[in-house]
Each structure stands twice: as C-alpha cells, then as structure tokens.
C-alpha cells in the first residue's frame, strides 16, 4: 500500500488475557485485536500499523500508542468513535490525532514511564492479582528504596536485558528510579498498604523493568546486598542469574511524543 495519511492514535488495555502486544500465531494479543477490529471498521480499504512499545504478556498500560498509515483520509472523530465502540472492553482508545509523514511513532517516542506495583505480607484479594504482584515474604521496603536510585542515570545494563541480541546498547540512561507507597492507583480491593516502583527512560531493553524489580525483590527480602546491587552495574556478568520478577504488576503509565 501506499501510506498517505497517518494517525497517531494513543490506547489503554488491560494485559491480563494478553499475550504481549505483538502478533505472534495462536495466542491473543493487543496488536492483533486492534488489527481485527481496525479491518472491521475500515471495511476493504487498506492498512498498517506500527507501535511505539511492545510490552510483554499480561502487561497493561495506560498509555500506550501506535501509528495509522492509511492511503485515503478518515474522519478522525468518526474513526474513533467507531474504533472504541468495536474494540473489546480491556482495550480502549483515548486519543487520536492526525500527524504528518515525517513523523514514526517510534523514533519520536521521548519519554516511557511505567509503573510496578507490589504488595507483601497478607494475600491480596483475588480481584487484585491483574493488577498488584503480590510477594509472600516481607520486604525490606527501605533498604529498596536506597537500591532503586542506583539504577538512575547512565550505566551499563548488561545484567538487565533478557537474552541479548547482538550489538544491544547496553549503555543506557535511567531519568528516575524509585519506590514509593501507592497513592496512584487504589480500589476497594487493594490491600491497605501497597507500593510502586516508578521508572523513566527513553526507552527499555527485553524485560529490563522486570529484570531491575526482581533484583529489588531480592534486595527487599536481604538475599543480596546493596553492594551487590552496585556491582551488577560497574562489573556486570556476561551471564548473570536472571530473576524476572511477574508481569502483572507492570504497566506503561506515559509517553511524551517529541512532535
């Protein structure tokens, strides 16, 4: 096809029932249900989409986005109207604009933050687990705090990428890393006191945010010490012992286009 109209249309989802938001055969995925339901609404006229991240399975986020390319002109407030009244209920559109072609969903991506929240100590109420990972054991919960501003600035993050391809940058930098109490998402059925590890970058290696919350984990629970921690990032092991902390605690909060 030959794009020329493009859309940046911005989506929340639950990831629970999601496979990640890329494609892959025999699993649900986001890609594929806003593929599905784009084909519906815009009936045989042709076209493709490109996402700005790709998060894991069961990962949600609120907000996420992805570019439109399209060869004839759509109504945008049409189009988004008929977008979220076909879409199912765990995705939803928020926005959708018109962009010119010198914009790419990605390469103009300027800012991620995604959020982690946890909890420790009393199980949670079922209903919690899409959202809250919950951790058996306690934690130290100010010893991780102290551990979370070590992953902030510019660091090699060799020991948190997941099976890396060659040539992957490793050299990344981290704009805020940090534990606080959860005031930002709550509902009945939360427990009283749960946590958040909030981080910022550019953009995020394979299962980075993970990778950084499972050594955390391990911080919390004093199985290593915050001089390890320190240096896993001035020496990192070219094959180190991966804990990839659960994904249903993950989402991608924001995104800051450079436009």
Not at 38 to 56: Q, W
Not at 79 to 93: G, K, Q, S, V, Y
Not at 119 to 127: A, L
Not at 133 to 155: S, V
Request: hydrophobic content about 40%; overall charge negative; aromatic content about 14%.
């Amino acid at each position: 096809m030959q794009a020329n109209h493009f859309y940046l249309i911005e989506v929340q989802y639950l990831g629970f029932r999601y496979h990640g938001w890329q494609r892959q055969p025999g699993v649900k995925t986001v890609q594929e249900m806003i593929e599905r339901t784009l084909k519906y609404i815009l009936a045989d006229k042709p076209f493709k989409i490109l996402g700005a991240s790709r998060t894991d399975a069961m990962v949600s986020a609120t907000q996420a986005a992805f570019e439109l390319f399209l060869e004839k002109p759509e109504d945008v407030e049409q189009l988004l109207a008929d977008f979220n009244e076909n879409l199912p209920a765990d995705i939803r559109a928020i926005s959708m604009e018109k962009v010119d072609k010198t914009f790419n969903v990605i390469q103009h991506a300027k800012e991620k933050e995604y959020l982690y929240l946890f909890s420790f100590g009393n199980k949670n109420h079922p209903f919690a687990a899409p959202y809250i990972t919950y951790i058996r054991e306690n934690l130290d919960i100010e010893l991780m705090k102290q551990g979370a501003k070590f992953f902030q600035g510019t660091h090699n993050f060799q020991e948190y990428c997941y099976k890396p391809k060659e040539g992957t940058q490793f050299e990344r930098e981290i704009i805020l890393s940090e534990i606080v109490e959860n005031d930002i998402w709550t509902a009945n059925f939360f427990p009283e006191q749960s946590f958040v590890y909030r981080v910022k970058g550019m953009g995020f290696m394979r299962n980075q945010i993970r990778l950084f919350m499972g050594r955390l984990f391990r911080l919390g629970k004093h199985e290593i010490t915050l001089a390890d921690l320190q240096s896993s990032l001035d020496q990192p092991s070219e094959s180190p012992e991966y804990y990839i902390a659960p994904a249903s605690g993950l989402m991608l909060h924001q995104m800051k286009f450079n436009k």
